[in-house]
T-cell receptor, first 112, second 115 residues
């Protein structure tokens, strides 16, 4: 029941925008987004708890459509520092099952 | 604050050997997790703990055991290492839902090679 991320990889020029999608087959309590640079640990970006909730973090924002069990991460006017692999992690609605299941990741490359 | 500290950072084992990976956190988090990361497969949950003295199985628990004797420490053991356990292992910790809507803090990882 791993969430599915799309696209698997994307290459952009600095200043372009990107959207990364995360889709689950089960009802969700929350969606997390993380970024991992090569050889480093994943770093938490944001958590979305309510259906339709949108959060922002500098020029990175995300939305959560609870009914469709989908979340999207938006990177606006991308910077070189945005390069890395992005993971969504989903948490089911079952009480007590507080553990994240991660997608396979989306590799984002930003070129000058 | 150190956050989440994992030791060792690198290890090479021979098939059949055993070892223990140590995870320590100083954020007073109740929940702790062990994930493995393999190319193209994202992060897969091995075992997790919701408090001192309690552990539970994740998605890929076979061949691993865990213990949480103290709130700040979570140990992952490999009883008899196999080449299929070659991976990067990440420990993470978090607050429970009822305390805070926050993300996981990950350690820097342990790169394990089994030959």
């Amino acid at each position: 029941q791993q969430p599915v991320q799309s696209p698997q990889a994307v290459i952009l020029r600095e200043g372009e925008d990107a959207v990364i999608n995360c889709s689950s087959s089960k009802a969700l309590y929350s969606v997390h987004w993380y970024r991992q640079k090569h050889g480093e640990a994943p770093v938490f970006l944001m958590i979305l708890l309510k259906g339709g909730e949108q959060k922002g973090h500098d020029k990175i924002s995300a939305s959560f459509n609870e009914k469709k069990q989908q979340s999207s991460l938006y990177l606006t006017a991308s910077q070189l520092s945005y390069s890395g692999t992005y993971f969504c992690g989903t948490e089911g609605q079952i009480q007590g099952a507080q553990k994240l299941v991660f997608g396979q990741g989306t590799r984002l490359t930003i070129n000058p | 604050n150190a956050g989440v500290t994992q030791t060792p950072k690198f290890r090479v084992l021979k098939t059949g050997q055993s070892m223990t990976l140590l995870c320590a956190q100083d954020m007073n988090h109740e929940y702790m997790y062990w994930y493995r990361q393999d190319p193209g497969m994202g992060l897969r949950l091995i075992h997790y703990s919701v408090g001192e003295g309690t552990t539970a199985k994740g998605e890929v628990p076979d061949g691993y055991n865990v213990s949480r004797l103290k709130k700040q420490n979570f140990l992952l053991g490999l009883e008899s290492a196999a080449p299929s356990q070659t991976s990067v292992y990440f420990c993470a910790s978090s607050y429970p839902r009822y305390k805070a809507a926050s993300g996981y803090t990950f350690g820097s990882g342990t790169r394990l090679t089994v030959v």
